[in-house]
């Protein structure tokens, strides 16, 4: 059984960065296009940002364009989201999937899809 690890996550002021990894245990990612959603306290989980298998092909949510950068290191079976900017209104738990594009990342309906891992807390506050 595949299972999605997330991690770096933490408490941040408003403005600040963060790291987050995201790994799997059972499986590859490499043949995969990789995707990070998120899911904030009393809200549905929504899309943030997907890569290709092949990194050549980077798909971001309007809400976060220039301020997140999603990469992948296929050798060491990881995909790293850089977070930059961080406000208030996200603070979340962030997850991340697998698909088979990062199109269809960004177009799936997250409440579709499954199984997700722990995910990585955020926390934005002053």
């Known amino acids: 059984q595949v299972h999605m690890i997330e991690s770096g996550g933490g408490l941040v002021q408003p403005g600040g960065s963060l790291r987050l990894s995201c790994t799997t245990s059972g499986r590859s990612i490499s043949p995969f296009a990789m995707g990070w959603f998120r899911q904030a306290p009393g809200k549905e989980r929504e899309f943030v940002a997907a890569?290709?298998?092949?990194?050549?092909?980077?798909t971001y949510a309007d809400s976060v364009k220039g301020r997140f950068t999603i990469s992948r290191d296929n050798a060491k079976n990881t995909m790293y989201q850089q977070i930059n900017g961080l406000k208030r209104e996200e603070t979340a738990g962030y997850c991340c999937q697998s698909g088979a594009s990062a199109y269809y990342l960004h177009a799936i309906d997250a409440g579709q899809v499954g199984p997700w891992g722990r995910g990585a807390q955020v926390a934005v506050c002053s």
């Open positions: 890569i290709s298998r092949s990194t050549n092909i980077t």
